[in-house]
């Protein structure tokens, strides 16, 4: 599991001076975001 989470996330650029390196950022950041609320959602489901 560490790999494939360092696999996604080399992706994520740490020099924040480009606007393109934002969107970039943010991009990935969304993406974690709808992960992790598919998760919950798994995880609500399984509890019922």
Known sequence: ????????????????RSDDALLKNYGLLSCFKKDLHKAETYLRVMKC
Do not use: E, H
């Open 1 to 16: 599991v560490g790999q494939i989470l360092k696999q996604t996330y080399d992706k994520f650029d740490t020099n924040l």
